[in-house]
């Protein structure tokens, strides 16, 4: 019973550690902005083309992750707890409105990036 509860709880984490740190008007400004040549690593994953700008959400590559721990499971300990950090970020990044849109034109984004 105590494992449904530390995974319950982890779930709760997640949520509240991506809310804090992608919510647009939070801390996400106080990020430092990380660019290797075109691709953007913080505070968003961004990749930049001549015309557009290709954004990867933060609650793909957490499913993406979890997806692959629930497939290479070997008994690692904290899955569970790593696990539910990832669906709570996944969960917190699917209430936003702009959640399945990837591509945005630059100059369109260009409030999107300040």
Same mark, same amino acid.
């Given at each position: 019973?105590? /494992? ?9 984490? /997640? +949520?509240?550690?991506?809310? +804090? ?32 700008? +290709? ?11 979890? /997806? ?15 696990? /539910? ?30």
């Amino acid at each position: 019973m105590s /494992g449904l509860f530390t995974f319950l709880f982890s779930i709760w984490l /997640g +949520y509240v550690f991506f809310l +804090y740190f992608s919510h647009p008007e939070k801390k996400k400004h106080k990020l430092p902005r990380v660019q290797v040549w075109k691709i953007e690593l913080s505070p968003n994953l961004r990749i930049h083309s001549r015309s557009k700008i +290709y954004h990867i959400h933060h609650w793909l590559i957490l499913t993406l992750i979890t /997806g692959i721990t629930l497939i290479n499971y070997e008994g690692f300990q904290y899955l569970s707890i790593i696990n /539910g950090i990832a669906i709570g970020g996944i969960i917190q990044g699917l209430r936003y409105p702009d959640r399945f849109k990837f591509r945005h034109h630059k100059t369109a984004t260009a409030q999107f990036t300040q």
